[in-house]
């Protein structure tokens, strides 16, 4: 059984949560441990010969150290690159946080150290109707990890999210800085430093900008020792 698990969420869409995520699975296996990872839901898939496949799923799968089919990497594939429950809605399929956790508590039986499991969006991306993403998080009980996009802005995302994920009743685990483009943001001394102080969790690294980001190389910028040791 995965000895830990956590949910990955984002402050926003497109804020590096799918290369957070893999950077971590890489300072894990660096640190000597065994790895897990899975993206439930992936909109914005391509049709191969073997079926939908999603680049993000595709990059968990190859960063993880335990081998794992796709579909159980990402069970829900979806074609359309939009909103999943839009996406879901046009493929005739129904998502629900019962059905994805039980996705997900599958995984957690396996033997590993560190299970991460990436969400979709932010905190509030809707699954249905009528739950949202978080609700997954909830249903699983899992300590959550926040990515937060360094840019105009991103206090307030932040600390919006950190207070919708506690007053869900789970546990903000630690938060990642990256910066999402080769321009550094005004001040960022500063909101970094803000953020150090206001979201109350430790900061488990800042990623710098890469043309073509790589985890192995964006391990070394990560301390995962507060997720895999307490």
């Known amino acids: ?34 790895t897990l990872a899975m993206k439930p839901v992936a909109s914005g898939c391509v049709q191969t010969p073997d079926g939908l496949r999603n680049s993000d799923a595709l990059i968990l799968q190859n960063a993880m150290t335990e081998k794992l ?18 996406a879901a809605s046009q493929a005739g399929r129904n998502l629900s946080a019962d059905r994805l956790a039980g996705f997900c508590r599958g995984i957690q039986l396996r033997p590993a150290d560190l299970l991460l499991i ?25 300590p959550v990890i926040l990515v937060v996009s360094l840019e105009l802005g991103c206090i307030n995302h932040a600390l919006l999210s950190a207070e919708a994920i506690r007053r869900d009743g789970l546990v903000l685990a630690g938060w990642v800085a990256n910066r999402p483009r080769e321009a550094v943001m005004s001040c960022e001394t500063d ?24 985890p192995q190389a964006l391990a070394k910028f990560l301390n995962v020792t507060p997720l895999i040791e307490n």
């Not at 990436?118 to 899992?142: C, F, H, K, M």
Request: with cysteine; hydrophobic share 40%; net charge positive.
């Open 1 to 34: 059984m995965a000895k830990k698990t956590y949910f990955v969420t984002g402050t926003n869409t497109d804020v590096g949560k799918t290369v957070v995520t893999a950077a971590l699975l890489e300072a894990a296996k660096l640190a000597g441990k065994r």
């Open 69 to 86: 089919p796709y579909d159980v990497v990402n069970p829900v594939a979806l074609e359309p690159a939009i909103a999943p429950h839009v």
């Open 118 to 142: 990436e969400g979709a969006g932010g905190w509030r991306v809707p699954l249905n109707d009528r739950e949202t993403y978080s609700a997954l998080a909830q249903r699983l009980n899992i």
């Open 191 to 214: 909101t970094l430093a803000y953020l150090q102080q206001h979201l109350g969790c430790p900061c488990l690294g800042v990623m710098p900008w890469l043309s073509e980001p790589r």
